[in-house]
């Protein structure tokens, strides 16, 4: 499910671009690569790991490589769910809300992506939540996040994006 957001927050502001009638000029892109990140990235897939480790705790743990039952799922959900709020709300506020936001959301997943690697070090923990995909997105999507927000500041209007 991961590798569908990935797919959606890059083909979607192409698609964005191509069906409707902006002007493919460079600040659009990253106007639109920024809000479709902060989009399907940060809000959509945090509320959907709201979700997962709210609704199906014990599956998550068990696929992170830890034991069912801990109050940190409700923890990690209630700060996913945090941060999904805050990448939507991002949309539509000045370009400062969205640092905050990603610097907030950035330094979580970054803490996250270190605890996956001492579990992996420590513990020998492989489990497909800790040691797959997850663990390179932890440390990937900050810096993704960083750069858009980088670009967005220097060549594209800081006040607003592009109108849907």
């Known amino acids: 499910m991961l590798y569908a957001f990935i797919a959606l927050a890059v083909f ?15 600040e659009i ?16 897939l945090s509320i959907i790991n709201f979700m997962g480790h709210t609704f199906l705790a014990d599956k998550i743990a068990e696929s992170i490589g830890w034991q069912s039952g801990s109050p ?6 209630v700060a996913n769910l945090g941060f999904g709020i805050g990448g939507l709300i991002a949309l539509r506020q000045k370009l400062n809300f969205s ?3 990603i610097i907030c959301w950035g330094v979580f997943l970054t803490g996250a992506g270190i ?7 420590v513990h020998q923990n492989y489990a497909e939540n800790n040691a797959g995909t997850i663990l390179f997105t932890d440390f990937i999507f900050p810096v993704a996040g ?19």
């Open 72 to 77: 940190f799922q409700f923890e990690v959900a």
């Open 146 to 164: 960083l750069v858009l927000y980088w670009l967005k500041s220097k060549f594209a209007d800081d006040n607003q994006f592009v109108n849907s």
């Open 99 to 101: 640092l905050g936001v």
């Open 29 to 44: 892109f990253i106007d639109l690569y920024f809000k479709y990140f902060l989009f399907w990235i940060v809000g959509v």
């Open 12 to 26: 979607s502001p192409l698609i964005h671009i191509y069906a409707g009638k902006h002007p493919k000029k460079k």
């Open 115 to 121: 605890g996956h690697v001492y579990q992996i070090a």
